[in-house]
């Protein structure tokens, strides 16, 4: 095998003409920074999930932060999320001074359980201040939203969803990332629509909204980016709060709109490739497939192995992987077995039971829109070759 030529990535964003097209009319425009075409995204994007308000970020991670800050967390709160996630959706939390509660995901799926939020907040009822939930879509399987809002509603708690990995999502309750009081989105280099870096917050809230449009940008009481060029604008402009340097830049929003028309073509496409995975793997014992759940984004496909079927780990069949030439992940490494975690709440691996397990389960694979049907071909006969040759009869 020749590494250089045959290799599979585990990631690859799909760009084409029409984002050169967009960068480069930016870069002549004379205008990088953000500006009029963060605007126009931000409109387009708002208009796409049914959103009131749509904020251009330079991270999901910025808008996570952000959308805290304006939710008014502090010291003394603590938020609910899931273990099993990437450190940015809990770090935010932290920033703010306040902490979070993580609680374990389902036995079915990846993402936090309904019943363990609510067995949380009865057992925490009256010692410590919940505010509210923070559920992550991983893969881009929504979150059972139903159970979540509703339990939001009662107990006076808001929802701030982490929708890094599930845009564009639709079910029945609606847009995944437009149902809790704010939802987030991540444009990072592997997301199913890019911008390099970046993110979007949406809500329908016009006070969170305005905060976060405020504190995005420094704290500056109005929107600057057109004072250098607005024969009309002045210089003047006042420090309202010590915000943030948040803002996406015109560069990157151009590739975002062009990215933005495409966005269901690749659901489309990874959609498919999650079809034929499912199709060819779903019959071997050793392996467990993800649910096709309503509205699933498909950012990642989660093949889980099943340990006691195999003579082989998890491990070791990456590895296997690779030497074949196929790029893949593990997604997540829970969050209370990373150093940081642990020390500062005295984790211990068997804290968070399905969370272990699936880590120990899952590895993920190649699921992107350029991927052709050859390499498709070749990823299927790698993992059941392999599967295959170490399933213990
Ligand atoms: C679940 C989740 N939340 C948040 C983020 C942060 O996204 P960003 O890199 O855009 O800050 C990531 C990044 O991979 C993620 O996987």
């Known amino acids: 095998m020749n590494l250089n030529t045959d290799f599979i990535p585990f990631a690859r964003p799909s760009l084409g003409q ?4 967009a960068v480069i009319q930016v870069i002549r425009s004379g205008w990088l920074t953000t500006g009029g075409v963060t605007k126009s995204f931000e409109e387009e ?7 009131t308000y749509a904020l251009a970020v330079n991270s999901a991670t910025a808008g ?5 800050e304006a939710l008014g967390i502090g010291p003394g709160d603590w938020v609910i999320t899931t273990p099993y996630t990437f450190t940015s959706t809990a770090t935010v939390v932290k920033h703010l001074g306040a902490d979070p509660l993580f609680v374990d995901i389902e036995i079915d799926s990846f993402n936090i359980s309904g019943e363990r939020i609510k067995e949380a907040l009865d057992r925490f009822a009256g010692t410590k201040r919940i505010r509210g939930i923070l559920p992550v879509h991983i893969a881009g399987q929504p979150c059972r939203m139903d159970q979540f809002m509703s339990l939001a509603k009662e107990r006076e708690l808001f929802i701030l969803e982490d929708a890094a990995h ?7 309750w609606g847009f995944i990332g437009t149902l809790g009081t704010l939802g987030v989105y991540s444009f990072y280099a592997t997301k199913t629509i890019t911008t390099g870096e970046g993110g979007m917050v949406v809500t329908n809230d016009e006070r969170l909204s305005h905060r976060i449009s405020r504190m995005r940008l420094h704290g500056i009481d109005r929107e600057v980016w057109n004072r250098y060029t607005s024969p009309t604008a002045s210089w003047q402009y006042s420090v309202v709060e010590p ?6 830049t015109d560069l990157a929003s151009a590739i975002g709109r062009a990215q933005l028309k495409k966005a269901d073509h690749f659901l489309e496409k990874r959609k498919a490739i999650a079809r034929i995975y499912t199709e060819h793997f779903q019959d071997r014992s050793y392996l467990t497939v993800p649910p096709d759940a309503e509205g699933h984004a498909w950012h990642l496909y989660l093949l889980r192995i099943v340990p006691p079927k195999l003579r082989i780990t998890r491990d070791e069949y990456i590895e296997k992987l690779r030497e074949q030439g196929i790029g893949t992940s593990v997604h997540f490494i829970p969050l209370h077995l990373h150093p940081y975690w642990k ?5 211990k691996p068997e804290d968070f039971p399905e969370s272990i397990r699936k880590y120990q389960e899952v590895i993920s694979l190649p699921i992107y829109p350029s991927l052709t049907e050859s390499q498709i071909e070749r990823i299927i006969r790698a993992v059941l070759q392999i599967g295959d040759a170490h399933y213990k009869s």
């Open 64 to 68: 996570l932060h952000l959308s805290l």
């Open 45 to 51: 994007f708002a208009h796409f999930c049914g959103s």
């Open 166 to 172: 599930a845009f564009p999502s639709r079910t029945s």
């Open 18 to 21: 029409e984002e050169e097209e």
């Open 343 to 347: 020390r500062t709440y005295g984790f």
């Open 243 to 248: 915000g943030f340097k948040y803002n996406l």
